[in-house]
């Protein structure tokens, strides 16, 4: 019988591990306000609105 591949699970070390790693690493990490996106908007001029008729 041959065994399925099991998934691997993610566990809470495994995040704090790699948390801790990235930050050793010089990483930071950034507060972002509740209900703000940490997305950068994108630069460039803002399309024009068409009139209605």
Do not use: C, H, N, R
Not at 11 to 29: H, N
Not at 33 to 49: D, L, M, N, R
């Amino acid at each position: 019988m041959s065994k399925k591949p099991t998934k691997d699970s993610v566990t809470t070390a495994t995040i704090e591990e790699q948390t801790a790693a990235f930050l050793k690493a010089g990483g930071s990490v950034e507060y972002v306000v509740k209900g703000t996106s940490g997305q950068i908007p994108p630069a460039g001029a803002k399309p024009v609105p068409t009139k209605k008729s």
